[in-house]
């Protein structure tokens, strides 16, 4: 299992949803930034900085501010389109601000 990292965590949106980013490689790193709109965090030689830093660091609170602009469907979409893994890994329940997980289709 890899660690968390700016790259590969959760991010709160804008909903209340956790967004799951999950950055594998540079070029994915790049599209994030890109996406989000700061290419400039995705300098020559940042994918080792961002793969290695603290999640809970300088970096992943700046994303953490940018995600909690925008819905997690809006996001989705919007890394989608760049290439960026991603997922929504849990919606707020009904009546409250706690997220859970999705359901499973049935």
């Known amino acids: 299992m890899k660690k968390a990292s700016p790259a590969r965590r959760l991010y709160r949106?804008?909903?209340?949803?956790?967004?799951?980013?999950?950055?594998e490689n540079e070029a994915q790193w790049k599209a994030l930034a890109k996406c989000v709109g700061r290419p400039e965090l995705a300098y020559t030689g940042d994918w080792a900085a961002a793969s290695a830093s603290p999640y809970n660091g300088r970096l992943g609170r700046v994303l953490e501010s940018?995600?909690?602009?925008?819905?997690?469907?809006?996001?989705?979409?919007?890394l989608e389109a760049g290439g960026v893994p991603a997922r929504v890994a849990a919606r707020p329940r009904r009546g409250g601000s706690q997220a859970h997980p999705p359901s499973k289709p049935r």
């Open 66 to 78: 940018l995600f909690t602009e925008d819905p997690s469907d809006l996001w989705l979409r919007r």
């Open 13 to 23: 949106c804008a909903d209340g949803a956790m967004l799951a980013v999950a950055c």
